[in-house]
């Protein structure tokens, strides 16, 4: 069982940045795909950004060219910045672990609120 832990959501201009933090706590040797989600109000919850443990990225669409995911030094620590934010970036963003046994584990959620 691994707990995920987003942070760093908070209220930005267009055209500013945010840089999110999911910290993972547990078995996370047995993580094999670390993933940021969205949800917007009303919408359905899609998939923002991809990283594996051999640290290939795949992003949506409409994210390419301004996010970024990562993992920190320690593995432990996902992150996703996000440059060049537009109003309908706007969503609660979930970090999501794909586990190698086929489970998956889901953070809280952390708000990002682009004002135009």
């Known amino acids: 069982q691994v707990q995920l832990m987003e942070s760093g959501g908070g209220l930005v201009q267009a055209g500013g940045s945010l840089r999110l933090s999911c910290d993972a706590s547990?078995?996370?040797?047995?993580?094999?795909?670390m993933r940021w989600h969205r949800q917007a109000p009303g919408k359905e919850r899609e998939l923002v950004a991809v990283?594996?443990?051999?640290?290939?990225?795949v992003y949506a669409d409409s994210v390419k060219g301004r996010f970024t995911v990562s993992r920190g030094d320690a593995k432990n620590t996902v992150y996703l910045q996000m440059n060049s934010l537009k109003p309908e970036d706007t969503a609660v963003y979930y970090c999501?672990?794909?586990?190698?046994?086929?489970?998956?584990?889901w953070g809280q959620g952390t708000q990002v609120t682009v004002s135009s």
């Open positions: 990283i594996t443990s051999d640290g290939i990225t």
């Open positions: 547990g078995s996370i040797f047995r993580i094999n795909v």
């Open positions: 999501n672990a794909l586990m190698t046994s086929g489970s998956v584990s």
